[in-house]
């Protein structure tokens, strides 16, 4: 069973709580309730990320969801230039924790980069079913 969603999303800051509309839809319909809440944060910070230091004026994000029997992995590519960076910040730091946050608590983290632009993922262990 191999399962795949996306959509595309505008540079707007309304998009970022519609991104994570999108992964709670997805989630649900997949049955995979355990996973909404930490997906919904990251989300949050990748899409607030591509809308920062992403996604050029006039141009959109994706987010895509897949799925199999042992993954979920969440992705989300722009077609900006800027290259995500893992940063330490400071304890008294207001940004730079997002990245930090996902590569720590996901499964597994990349950044994969294309000709135009590149897309930060996140993968995730699908709950056992009990």
């Known amino acids: ?8 999303f505008p540079r707007r800051h309304t998009s970022v709580g519609a991104s994570r509309k999108f992964v709670t839809g997805v989630l649900t ?6 996973l909404i809440e930490d997906i919904k944060l990251y989300v949050s910070e990748l899409a607030t990320n591509a809308l920062l ?6 141009r959109e ?18 077609s900006g230039s800027g290259l995500p960076t893992v940063r330490h ?6 940004s ?3 990245l930090h946050l996902v ?4 499964d597994d983290f ?6 135009v632009g590149k897309t930060v993922w996140l993968a995730f262990k699908r709950p056992v079913a009990p």
């Open 1 to 8: 069973m191999s399962l795949s969603q996306q959509r595309r």
């Open 29 to 34: 319909e997949w049955e995979l309730h355990p």
């Open 53 to 58: 230091h992403g996604v050029p004026p006039g």
């Open 61 to 78: 994000f994706c987010v895509v969801l897949h799925g199999d029997e042992e993954l979920v992995r969440l992705e989300v590519r722009d």
């Open 89 to 94: 910040p400071d304890h008294d730091a207001c």
């Open 96 to 98: 730079g924790r997002g």
């Open 103 to 106: 590569s720590e608590l996901a």
């Open 110 to 115: 990349g950044v994969d980069h294309h000709v």
